[in-house]
C-alpha cells in the first residue's frame, strides 16, 4: 500500500485524523456492521417472540458463537 493522501484536520477531542480516513473508512466500517447484522439475522435461531429484545438475544447467541 502506498502513503496515505490527504490533508489533517485538527480535531479537539482527540488526535488528528485524515480526510481521506474519514472518506473510507466510515463507509467501510458501515459495510462490514451491516453485513454482520445480516449474517447474525439470517443464522440465528428462532426466538420465541419478534420482540427487540429476543431478537437482540438470538443475534447475540450467534455473534458469541463465531470463531475468528
Known amino acids: 500500500m502506498g502513503p ?3 490533508f489533517a484536520l485538527a ?3 482527540g ?3 485524515t480526510v481521506l480516513d474519514d472518506v ?4 467501510r466500517d458501515m ?5 454482520l447484522q445480516v ?3 439470517v443464522t440465528m435461531l428462532l426466538p420465541s417472540a419478534l420482540d427487540q429484545l429476543d431478537v437482540r438475544d ?3 447467541q450467534v455473534l458469541l458463537r463465531c470463531v475468528l
Not at 459495510?31 to 453485513?35: A, D, E, P, R
Open 39 to 41: 449474517v447474525a439475522l
Open 58 to 60: 438470538a443475534k447475540a
Open 4 to 6: 496515505e493522501r490527504g
Open 15 to 17: 488526535p488528528t485524523t
Open 11 to 13: 480535531d479537539p477531542d
Open 24 to 27: 473510507t473508512g466510515a463507509p
Open 31 to 35: 459495510i462490514q456492521s451491516h453485513l
